[in-house]
């Protein structure tokens, strides 16, 4: 597997950049990998970088986008934060990574059985985790508000905290598209994809939405 070229990157679609992930997921999830010299990597990239995609995810440690993707060195953006959540912080990566590096792809990658997901459903204050949930809790709302959950002490089901999970990702890529008008345009203009996705940690898929 070759290393990301500014060449390569150039001749790239967003298109191409979302087939790529999907098929290095395909092969970590069937326990396969492809064939890279990291060594190599570490040398190539240490003249520059040129990754095709910027993927934003939980800090789990099940989930480490280079491997649920299987990509090497030099091939993506990692930014990795409890629950997912969008800051301006985040929302400057992905603008660095896009407008600046050149990457043609911004996934939003949520997961089953989520720790913070769980913890603001469950109401958990503790700290700056207060201020870190507060961000997920818009997504609790849509949820509870669907089933009919009336109290703000309602502690939701199992089964309704992955849909929180879902609704957190889709509501993640509205603010993308509100907040950021770098990503907004460059996604109008099809320099990009923006997208998101679930991956299960109980088989290795990644799930992406429909767009």
């Given at each position: ?15 191409d950049a979302h087939k790529m992930l999907v098929e290095g997921n395909g092969r970590f999830a069937q326990n396969l990998k492809a064939q ?135 509501l993640s890529i509205e603010r993308i598209r509100k907040e950021s008008p770098i990503l907004s345009e460059m996604e109008k203009r099809g ?21």
């Amino acid at each position: 597997m070759r290393t990301q070229t500014k060449i390569i990157q150039e001749n790239l679609t967003a298109e191409d950049a979302h087939k790529m992930l999907v098929e290095g997921n395909g092969r970590f999830a069937q326990n396969l990998k492809a064939q890279r010299n990291l060594k190599e990597q570490v040398l190539e990239t240490s003249k520059g970088q040129f990754p095709f995609a910027v993927i934003l995810s939980c800090i789990d440690s099940r989930v480490p986008a280079e491997l649920v993707f299987d990509q090497g060195i030099g091939d993506i953006f990692s930014v990795r934060v409890a629950g997912n959540i969008i800051n301006e912080d985040v929302l400057g990566s992905m603008e660095y990574a896009c407008k600046v590096a050149g990457s043609k792809i911004v996934v939003v990658m949520g997961h089953t059985k989520c720790g913070a997901v769980t913890a603001a459903c469950e109401n958990i204050e503790l700290g700056n985790v207060t201020s870190l949930l507060s961000k997920i809790k818009p997504a609790v709302d849509v949820i509870k508000k669907s089933q009919g959950f009336l109290g703000v002490d309602d502690v939701i089901n199992e089964h309704s905290i992955e849909e929180v999970a879902v609704q957190n990702v889709r509501l993640s890529i509205e603010r993308i598209r509100k907040e950021s008008p770098i990503l907004s345009e460059m996604e109008k203009r099809g320099e990009i994809e923006i997208v998101g996705a679930l991956y299960d940690v109980s088989n290795g898929l990644v799930e992406f939405f429909e767009r």
